[in-house]
């Protein structure tokens, strides 16, 4: 399945609409508006919806500024890319306000899916992670012993994969399971580490997705999710190199994110698409990359792609 054939027009930057959403992003002047009022809308809806978003960011912050020192690697310098301005941040993730507000935006991402139905942040996002689960399911054929949750931002992916597979080794009485979430944040983890108070995940590691300096073919599940969209085409390629990498024989990957086929995002309203656009600078690459081509490039697998909800679809590949 080539992706780029079904790029939602309003990410295409060459026609149409696409040309003059690009257009009016890249007028300097205008930027700075479009962020506030992309994050206004993202935190008016979210509390609407019964997430406390101010409320609980403050919490995060003072609990999460004194543990920053200790989930840091030192000398650890973040690639380029990811230093630009995104997500309404002018720092990208490389601050504490990313960080304190990533829990609750990804609930109401969550919530986002099913606008019909009344749902809490915590339904909507188990139904979304055991919709991901479910797709790797039947190519784990051999006890998963070590699981890495590669981009794991502040650990909401990272402790939802611990818990079951948790379950399911206790399920087929298998050994435990050492789940560890990984990212290029400081304070993404620091704020992960509040968040596990409960201690599901077995550790957090401070490191580049693409440059782990983990061991090869010492992991036998690989979760990413909701990460891809976020990077460059050539950071993708370092990224499933990496994942090849670590993966040993027989290892599997689970990936979640943008469904360049729904329909829920190829009719996004032109405004909605404008304030998306402008805080996810890479949007376009992701969507112009036949992902299916990339991984079989990577040397992966026996592909499974399944929508998992009317936004995202999950692709579960071996190594």
Same mark, same amino acid.
């Given at each position: 399945m080539n992706d780029?054939?079904?790029?939602?027009?309003?990410?295409?930057?060459?026609?149409?609409?696409?040309?003059?959403?690009?257009?009016?992003?890249?007028?300097?002047?205008?930027?700075?508006?479009?962020?506030?009022?992309?994050?206004?809308?993202?935190?008016?809806?979210?509390?609407?919806? /019964?997430?406390?978003?101010?409320?609980?960011?403050?919490?995060?912050?003072d609990q999460a500024?004194?543990?920053?020192?200790?989930?840091?690697?030192? /000398?650890?310098?973040?690639?380029?890319?990811?230093?630009?301005?995104?997500?309404?941040?002018?720092?990208?993730?490389?601050?504490?306000?990313?960080?304190?507000?990533?829990?609750?935006?990804?609930?109401?991402?969550?919530?986002?899916?099913?606008?019909?139905?009344?749902?809490?942040?915590?339904?909507?996002?188990?139904?979304?992670?055991?919709?991901?689960? #479910?797709?790797?399911?039947?190519?784990?054929?051999?006890?998963?012993? #070590?699981?890495?949750?590669?981009?794991?931002?502040?650990?909401?992916?990272?402790?939802?994969?611990?818990?079951?597979?948790?379950?399911?080794?206790?399920?087929?009485?298998?050994?435990?399971?050492?789940?560890?979430?990984?990212?290029?944040?400081?304070?993404?983890?620091?704020?992960?580490?509040?968040?596990?108070?409960?201690?599901?995940?077995? /550790?957090?590691?401070?490191?580049?997705?693409?440059?782990?300096?983990?061991?090869?073919?010492?992991?036998?599940?690989?979760?990413? #999710?909701?990460?891809?969209?976020?990077?460059? #085409?050539?950071?993708?390629? !370092?990224?499933? =190199?990496?994942?090849?990498?670590?993966?040993?024989?027989?290892?599997?990957?689970?990936?979640?994110?943008?469904?360049?086929?729904?329909?829920?995002?190829?009719?996004?309203? =032109?405004?909605?698409?404008?304030?998306?656009?402008?805080?996810?600078?890479?949007?376009?690459?992701?969507?112009?990359?036949?992902?299916?081509?990339?991984?079989?490039?990577?040397?992966?697998?026996?592909?499974?792609?399944? !929508?998992?909800?009317?936004?995202?679809?999950?692709?579960?590949?071996?190594?």
């Amino acid at each position: 399945m080539n992706d780029s054939a079904s790029t939602p027009q309003w990410a295409d930057s060459s026609q149409g609409v696409g040309l003059w959403i690009e257009r009016l992003i890249n007028i300097g002047w205008l930027r700075r508006p479009l962020f506030f009022q992309a994050r206004q809308l993202i935190i008016r809806t979210a509390e609407r919806n /019964g997430i406390p978003w101010r409320e609980r960011r403050k919490t995060l912050r003072d609990q999460a500024s004194s543990l920053l020192s200790g989930v840091s690697s030192s /000398g650890l310098v973040p690639p380029d890319y990811y230093c630009v301005r995104f997500h309404a941040y002018e720092q990208g993730n490389l601050c504490w306000q990313a960080a304190t507000e990533a829990e609750q935006a990804t609930d109401a991402m969550a919530l986002r899916i099913w606008p019909e139905e009344t749902l809490t942040p915590l339904i909507a996002q188990t139904r979304l992670r055991d919709s991901i689960h #479910q797709v790797v399911e039947p190519l784990l054929t051999t006890p998963v012993q #070590q699981a890495l949750d590669l981009g794991c931002s502040v650990g909401v992916s990272t402790q939802h994969l611990s818990r079951w597979l948790y379950l399911r080794a206790e399920s087929r009485q298998e050994s435990s399971v050492c789940t560890r979430g990984l990212d290029l944040s400081p304070e993404m983890l620091a704020v992960a580490s509040v968040r596990d108070q409960e201690g599901v995940v077995d /550790g957090w590691v401070h490191a580049a997705a693409e440059n782990t300096g983990l061991e090869s073919s010492s992991i036998d599940l690989i979760s990413l #999710q909701f990460v891809c969209h976020e990077l460059p #085409q050539n950071a993708i390629h !370092a990224v499933l =190199a990496e994942a090849f990498r670590l993966l040993r024989p027989g290892g599997a990957l689970v990936m979640v994110d943008q469904d360049p086929a729904s329909s829920v995002l190829q009719r996004l309203p =032109a405004a909605i698409a404008t304030l998306l656009k402008s805080t996810e600078p890479y949007i376009e690459q992701y969507f112009s990359l036949d992902m299916a081509a990339a991984l079989q490039s990577a040397g992966f697998r026996d592909l499974r792609i399944k !929508a998992c909800d009317p936004r995202h679809r999950v692709i579960a590949c071996l190594r």
